[in-house]
């Protein structure tokens, strides 16, 4: 493990010898570590103003062979090594909350930028296509993902019978997909730093033959090792906090795929529910507060 | 309610008689009715590419005194009104999912962007300053705002003792406001079509003399009626679905502002976590899939 | 509800006068109205150690006809009426936690024993019958009821595919019953004072055409209104408590029969999650504390 | 594990060899193994209708050098290493449904009269007295267990603030305590197969200075182990069902016995909240089902 902390130790002991131009990829990687560890050598010194050569003799100066090594321990620092402790140690201290919310908004909003430029439109098509078969569709999300499973569950029950989210309770994981077969589909949701249960789960339905779909913000994630489709949405690691905010952009756009299928469908269950929730007055109604 | 539906088939009835430019607003509005309910006449016509007095012609053709007349009655429109079954005529088909993933990511994105543009600094730090002194946080959203609920009471917790989230289970939101006081805050989250249950348990908050934070998508909201601060992030009403996108990266920001405020606390806390965390082994430390 | 009430004030004001005979029978109804409201005119004599013929004239006292008019009022009282802060003005006030925990535990044993005692066999062999044919079953509990629910539904998990339990949540009871069918049956628990929403869910399920089996307190419980069967198990009011120790131990005995019914497959279910279990270490095997 | 094991392998094995009382007692080991493994010789015997001689000789038979060895294994046996399918190929096969209820509801009956002839009320008072003077009660239970604690939570809720549920979800069991203090009280409840975490957790909250009360099914239960106060009820193993009957009433005493202490307090809070269930309609308070 402490192979991967030194790169960070590294830059910090080498920084006062490094250029003009190489510090500014320094600052770079230590403030954007999770972005910078896919870049390519020259989208990173596009980014910060700097030559393609300039990243790679900042590689050499750290003793690196090329930048594709630094990369790809940045990489690893970054999926599964990197303690909470050490992402919160190298967040930046906010001077006032304007800084601190500009930041954090504007890189959910470089993070779905990034989701829309890169995602992989036939995955989605398939992701789409394989739900929509399924004999049951299990949502699998722990741990902060768990949010974004049960929120995707939330809406897949309109549309789907048979769907069921699967997250930490009084049965665990192995026990909710006890029944799960080869007609069914398992959507994982995986982030870093990707919770060993679900990966255990994932490698569980594999076992029994359920098609996978993750959504996961790398193709070289722990998740989408076990998928037969991936959706990728980068998180954004904020300090202590993983902003899901892209792959909930992502989820949206699933769900809107998916309900563009089954369109008679809802339209016959909402108009269902609609007299269920005014009978029983679920929604706000009242003008009264508008007044 | 009849009122607010005809405002949609007035549009749709009248929309042979309307003159190109018209067209253009007329279509933007029944795709965007969501966004256009809350632009001005100018904005409204500069986002389709007319002149603003061609936007207020366009009301006065509906037989509106003017486009505020207009504007006033699609905000109603969309606030309380449409039903969902509503919503899904209105929404556009897809003829791919391209095109599907594009649109809701973009409209992702553009409330993001509004979020940042509109959010007003003092009521962020007036939030933050609350939730900080208070005894009590009790994090309430219901339906699906309480996974928005659920993030942010997962984050709290690392940060501050007795939070709480409050949202639909064996008690009810009341008997989980019991015991709160005036020394405690109430976050509360709650998006178009404003759940009932929400409103009524801000206003027993209210009456038991609880600070309130509202998150919400306007100040004409019937949650931000409420609260002593309120937080704007728009929604995204896509067909049947509730985009929460934009609220979320606002809930992480205030995440990390609070953070900000207990730097030293976080990293002891982490540190304790870590290694536990480690003990147990709850995150994934296998290198067998990156290799 | 006045009407209601004045029972036991009618008790109160009459004590005075009451015989010697009568005054048992008063203390017994006022501390027991909950068994006395299901006993017989002959039962409740015996049980307190009078004639019947003086339990007929206590009624006559009271102002009732006879012991039958009493009696309905008392269920009536009991059933929807007595709000818990009238349940724990009536509630015994103990000395002791000896005394308080023999009371208690003695009427739960006294309603496991009237469960017993009052079970009718063929109900109960049509309620097996009915879920392992259903396509989906449904397990339906709000408020404590839900925690019956969670832990019936936590073993059909184990015995059936398409075990849901509704209860509470993000999606509200009819979302989560929205695509039952006359295939599907819904196991209904509810408890005095009968959650409102558990019988609105019950009464969509029936229009539904699903089959609805009912576990409650008795045949003039508003669930056994829904019910195509009904098993019967009492709860125990004590104070502000609902005891569900009898209707928990009538569920043990329906797991237990549908398990007999399908004991090969749940043995090759737990191979399965035993070998799971030991790898990823569920379960305590550690001896060390006992030595 | 495989001597544990052994014990039932070796009783079958010999089953020939017995005498006719040994084979009563053989018999009456294997189908109530959970029970035997907590009575004496004398009470075995009773039990049975054989001589405490009879039992000491069975023993013998099987290679022991007295009961006490024989009932040290069996205790081992019971604890943590039968596994659920040993259990399901022990459990009696029903030839009918009425069988399967009494022999159910008969042994849910025969635990709440041992726990009543055996509960040590002193600590008993113990526990109430802790609980009462905690800042932070924390109701920890894990698998099905995690109903009790649901069902404790539920009621304390009413009588304590900062009552807290500690079970599986989005946040781990350590997250959830990581803000308790020497000043709080965790209330454990844990059953055979004592869930891992559940003791864990235990240890975790006993670092911290917390104090302990567990409710468990003896004093050698692993969990008793971390408690400075011990409620003991047993659980009653069926088949692969673990009855948590007699635990529910245990827990419904020691409720009321806090209730006591702060009967003024909760009149005020359901006088409270009988205003807002009626004001919002929770419960059911129409007759037209019962006429």
Redesign the interface.
């Known amino acids: 493990?402490e192979k991967y902390v030194d790169l960070i130790k590294v830059i910090q002991n080498n920084f006062n010898r490094l250029s003009k131009g190489q510090k500014l990829i320094a600052e770079f990687i230590m403030n954007n570590y999770d972005r910078a560890a896919f870049m390519t050598a020259a989208t990173l010194g596009e980014t910060v103003g700097v030559s393609e050569s300039t990243v790679v003799r900042f590689a050499n100066t750290l003793g690196y062979d090329g930048y594709r090594e630094l990369q790809k321990e940045l990489?690893?620092l970054i999926?599964?090594?990197l303690?909470?402790?050490q992402r919160?140690?190298l967040s930046k201290?906010?001077t006032d909350?304007?800084n601190?919310?500009?930041l954090?908004?504007?890189k959910?909003?470089d993070n779905?930028?990034k989701?829309?430029n890169e995602?992989d439109?036939h995955a989605?098509?398939r992701a789409?296509e394989i739900t929509l078969k399924a004999d049951n569709v299990f949502v699998l999300g722990?741990?902060?993902s768990?949010?974004?499973a049960?929120?995707l569950g939330?809406?897949l029950?309109?549309l789907l019978?048979?769907v069921?989210v699967v997250?930490?309770?009084?049965?665990?994981v192995?026990?909710?997909l006890?029944?799960a077969t080869d007609e069914d589909v398992i959507i994982g949701i995986s982030y870093p730093?990707?919770?060993?249960?679900t990966?255990?789960a994932l490698d569980?339905g594999k076992e029994k033959g359920c098609k996978i779909i993750g959504i996961t913000d790398s193709l070289?994630s722990?998740a989408a090792?076990y998928a037969d489709t991936t959706l990728i949405a980068s998180s954004?690691m904020?300090?202590?906090?993983d902003?899901?905010?892209a792959p909930?952009?992502?989820i949206?756009?699933f769900?809107?795929?998916l309900?563009?299928e089954k369109?008679n469908d809802?339209?016959a269950?909402?108009?269902?529910?609609?007299k269920?929730?005014k009978k029983?007055?679920?929604?706000?109604?009242?003008?009264k507060?508008?007044k």
């Open positions: 493990m990489q690893e999926k599964n090594k303690t909470t402790v919160i140690s201290d906010f909350y304007e601190a919310l500009k954090v908004v504007k959910d909003m779905i930028e989701t829309l995602i439109y989605f098509q789409v722990l741990r902060s768990s949010f974004l049960g929120y939330f809406y029950n309109f019978s048979n069921k997250t930490s309770g009084p049965s665990d192995f026990e909710q006890l029944k730093r990707y919770s060993k249960r990966l255990e569980y070289i722990p090792q954004n904020l300090s202590f906090v902003s899901l905010v909930m952009s992502l949206n756009a769900i809107i795929a309900g563009t369109k809802i339209t269950y909402f108009e269902d529910l609609e269920i929730w029983h007055n679920v929604y706000n109604t009242n003008n507060n508008n």
